[in-house]
């Protein structure tokens, strides 16, 4: 880490032959405070989409209480970096071991879940002495469409509404409080995804007559990428509320959300060279085994900026990418917008990496660790008009237990 640069004074600096990630912790805090004030419940962070102790802790000192972890090395990691959050093991299907460590070590109370097998297990691998937990918080995930998502999570996890009721019942027995949580698909494009997906939440609590303490509508939270307009989160946020209020639910039931994407798409972006130009392919130094893994296998367009002293006049044209390695998969077809003159030694900003990027680096063939700089710049979007100067918020905790 060094001191607060922008992308141009990197590249002009430092003319880095390696990948520079520039980090935005203002624009972490600023997403944060965002949810934190204006969602009408809880916000869990979804450690998946950008695993980075600094990250992590700045959302930490900006009010992000709770952490929504989905394997036992983010549970470890989260424990280790804030020994007071609140953990929640979010992954409907868990190795008993990984249940037991997060139970009786680091102090995890919430699990997800979406069979009656997977009750059981939770019920075993947390009981004492063959005493059962009295203090679990079960929540059972349902199948819900992601027809308004850019990125399906609807055939992996999730029991059907028409299966749900002898899932809720043994959870029901097994919990002290009940919770219903669901995943919209990652990148929601309208609000109404999740207004049909409480209706399906509905569905399920009537037909099972179970009483739910928590209603966990999961991440989805769109982030600003070229081409592709969404609502203001607000909307989402108004939506949400509403159709919780009209729930059939314990008059003291929470409400809680596992934003991922929109908490850290924000925090980070990779500036790259211009190794060389092939008409209007260029090789870039970071890539599919980078960066930039959604860009070439779900071509997920990420917003680029040449990044050059003397802007250039030249007029925009669609340019797709390689990547370092030596692998033709290492593709990223684009179309980029980038002015007609890019050539071979100029630098380009990738943004809103932060999720989903810069998590899913390797270092296959070499390539993969370049520096990471905190840039004191605004991020290449933002969805979020909360200033720096409001202060953080902390929704004050409610017990789940009625
Ligand atoms: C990936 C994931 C999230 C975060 O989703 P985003 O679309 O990034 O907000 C939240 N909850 C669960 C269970 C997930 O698997």
Redesign the pocket.
Same mark, same amino acid.
């Given at each position: 880490m060094h001191k607060p640069s922008t992308a141009l004074g990197v590249a002009r600096d430092r003319i880095p032959s390696q990948p520079v990630t520039l980090v935005r912790p203002h624009a972490a805090r600023r997403a944060a405070r965002f949810f934190v004030e204006k969602f009408p419940g809880r916000s &869990?962070y979804?450690v998946?989409?950008n695993p980075s102790p600094d990250l992590i802790r700045t959302l930490w000192d900006s009010g992000i209480t709770h952490y929504?972890v989905?394997s036992i090395t983010e549970v470890r990691l989260v424990r280790g970096l804030l020994p007071h959050a609140t953990l929640c093991f979010? *992954?409907p299907v868990k190795p008993a071991e990984a249940i037991a460590e997060a139970y009786h070590v680091h102090g995890v109370r919430t699990f997800?879940l979406d069979s009656v097998e997977e009750v059981d297990k939770i019920v075993a691998a947390t009981a004492t002495d063959g005493v059962s937990a009295a203090d679990l918080t079960l929540c059972v995930?349902l199948r819900v469409s992601s027809a308004h998502?850019k &990125?399906s999570?609807a055939t992996k =996890?999730g029991v059907g509404v028409d299966e749900a009721a002898p899932v809720l019942h043994a959870a029901r027995q097994a919990a002290d409080a009940l919770g219903i949580?669901f *995943?919209v #698909?990652?990148?929601?494009m309208s609000p109404q995804a999740y207004a049909d997906a409480l209706a399906l939440v509905r569905a399920a609590i009537v037909a099972a007559g179970v009483t739910v303490d928590v209603i966990d509508v999961?991440? #989805? =939270?769109p982030s600003i990428y070229p081409g592709m307009a969404t609502a203001p989160i607000e909307r989402y946020f108004a939506v949400i509320g509403r159709a919780f209020e009209d729930l059939p639910v314990s008059y003291s039931a929470e409400l809680w959300c596992?934003? #991922?994407?929109? &908490?850290?798409a924000e925090y980070a972006s990779v500036l790259v060279r211009v190794e060389k130009r092939r008409g209007d392919e260029l090789f870039i130094n970071d890539g599919a085994y980078g960066a930039l893994f959604d860009a070439a296998h779900i071509d997920w367009r990420f917003p680029v900026a040449l990044v050059r002293e003397q802007e250039s006049r030249a007029k925009p044209v669609g340019f797709s990418f390689y990547g370092p390695t030596c692998d033709d998969m290492d593709y990223m077809r684009g179309p980029f917008m980038l002015p007609a003159d890019v050539q071979a030694g100029d630098y380009l900003e990738i943004g809103m990496l932060g999720?989903?990027g810069c998590a899913m680096r390797t270092a296959f063939n070499g390539f993969g660790n370049g520096e990471t700089v905190i840039a004191s710049d605004e991020p290449m979007a933002s969805n979020y008009t909360v200033t720096e100067a409001t202060p953080a918020k902390v929704t004050p905790l409610r017990e789940v237990r009625s």
């Amino acid at each position: 880490m060094h001191k607060p640069s922008t992308a141009l004074g990197v590249a002009r600096d430092r003319i880095p032959s390696q990948p520079v990630t520039l980090v935005r912790p203002h624009a972490a805090r600023r997403a944060a405070r965002f949810f934190v004030e204006k969602f009408p419940g809880r916000s &869990l962070y979804a450690v998946k989409a950008n695993p980075s102790p600094d990250l992590i802790r700045t959302l930490w000192d900006s009010g992000i209480t709770h952490y929504d972890v989905a394997s036992i090395t983010e549970v470890r990691l989260v424990r280790g970096l804030l020994p007071h959050a609140t953990l929640c093991f979010m *992954h409907p299907v868990k190795p008993a071991e990984a249940i037991a460590e997060a139970y009786h070590v680091h102090g995890v109370r919430t699990f997800s879940l979406d069979s009656v097998e997977e009750v059981d297990k939770i019920v075993a691998a947390t009981a004492t002495d063959g005493v059962s937990a009295a203090d679990l918080t079960l929540c059972v995930r349902l199948r819900v469409s992601s027809a308004h998502s850019k &990125l399906s999570l609807a055939t992996k =996890f999730g029991v059907g509404v028409d299966e749900a009721a002898p899932v809720l019942h043994a959870a029901r027995q097994a919990a002290d409080a009940l919770g219903i949580a669901f *995943h919209v #698909g990652s990148q929601a494009m309208s609000p109404q995804a999740y207004a049909d997906a409480l209706a399906l939440v509905r569905a399920a609590i009537v037909a099972a007559g179970v009483t739910v303490d928590v209603i966990d509508v999961g991440g #989805g =939270f769109p982030s600003i990428y070229p081409g592709m307009a969404t609502a203001p989160i607000e909307r989402y946020f108004a939506v949400i509320g509403r159709a919780f209020e009209d729930l059939p639910v314990s008059y003291s039931a929470e409400l809680w959300c596992e934003p #991922g994407r929109a &908490l850290s798409a924000e925090y980070a972006s990779v500036l790259v060279r211009v190794e060389k130009r092939r008409g209007d392919e260029l090789f870039i130094n970071d890539g599919a085994y980078g960066a930039l893994f959604d860009a070439a296998h779900i071509d997920w367009r990420f917003p680029v900026a040449l990044v050059r002293e003397q802007e250039s006049r030249a007029k925009p044209v669609g340019f797709s990418f390689y990547g370092p390695t030596c692998d033709d998969m290492d593709y990223m077809r684009g179309p980029f917008m980038l002015p007609a003159d890019v050539q071979a030694g100029d630098y380009l900003e990738i943004g809103m990496l932060g999720a989903y990027g810069c998590a899913m680096r390797t270092a296959f063939n070499g390539f993969g660790n370049g520096e990471t700089v905190i840039a004191s710049d605004e991020p290449m979007a933002s969805n979020y008009t909360v200033t720096e100067a409001t202060p953080a918020k902390v929704t004050p905790l409610r017990e789940v237990r009625s």
